[in-house]
């Protein structure tokens, strides 16, 4: 897996690798990625303003409106952090 390459903004990982890394910040292991969990993602990766960018991901990624983005919502994340967090995420 090539984790370490995104650290930093670098490097690229497929979408089964970032379905991977996202499981390892659901700290609760409750199935569902938070505001907080998304926070220390985005700093994890290099992101600036980690704060305001994982507000604006939540509200981009989470289709049902609950707060937090679960497996079904894991396409729309992908999106946000190819957009907004510059990581290369490619099909395969």
Sequence with gaps: MA????????GEITVEEFKELMKRFDRDGDGRISKEELRVFIRWVG???SGWKCGRGIRQADAN???????????NLVLFAQKSLGLKIVPY
């Design 3 to 10: 984790i370490k390459q995104v650290k930093g903004g670098g």
């Design 47 to 49: 992101g600036r303003f």
């Design 65 to 75: 409106g609950d707060g937090f983005i679960d497996e079904s919502e894991i396409d």
